[in-house]
């Protein structure tokens, strides 16, 4: 009888381990879909050289620990890294951490991942986008496939 419920009570442990290691690995997911639509977009600017183009500034907060995923942009990115450090993945490229003062660029269907180097600060940077016109800032960042 002992030996009955202290297989159970294993058995038990196990799965619900399993079911929380799935239901967090969800929820991870989940938000690093959420920090690719963060952000307050500060300027909107047709591209009179580029017709069906526009600039586009947001500002962008990647929280403690916090990592944006694989993904894409819908057009040219720049951001400059205003506070705390973040460390910068592009396919094919090595990790580059950086600091405050520094930027990144990214192309058009270049697969990158963006992590914040703290655990308990965030880190904040200004994005400049060139997009179609129109798009909405949740379009800008498209999770790789």
Avoid at 24 to 42: F, P
Avoid at 68 to 74: C, D, I, P, R, W
Avoid at 112 to 141: C, I, M, Q, T, W
Wanted: no cysteine; net charge positive.
């Amino acid at each position: 009888m002992k030996t009955t419920r202290i297989s159970f009570l294993i058995v038990f442990t196990l799965a619900a381990g399993v079911m929380l290691g799935l239901l967090g690995s969800r929820m991870s997911s989940a938000q690093e879909k959420d920090n690719l639509k963060g952000g307050k977009i500060l300027q909107r600017i047709e591209l009179k050289g580029a017709p069906g183009w526009e600039a586009i500034l947001v500002d962008r907060t990647l929280p403690p620990a916090a990592e944006s995923g694989k993904h894409t942009q819908a057009g040219n990115e720049i951001v400059y890294i205003a506070e705390g450090s973040v460390i910068f993945e592009a396919q094919g490229k090595s990790a580059k951490t950086l600091k405050p003062g520094e930027a990144f660029a990214t192309v058009d269907g270049e697969v990158h991942n963006v992590k914040n180097a703290s655990k308990s600060e965030p880190a904040k940077a200004l994005a400049f986008y060139v997009a179609k016109k129109g798009a909405k800032l949740e379009d800008l960042s498209v999770p790789a496939k």
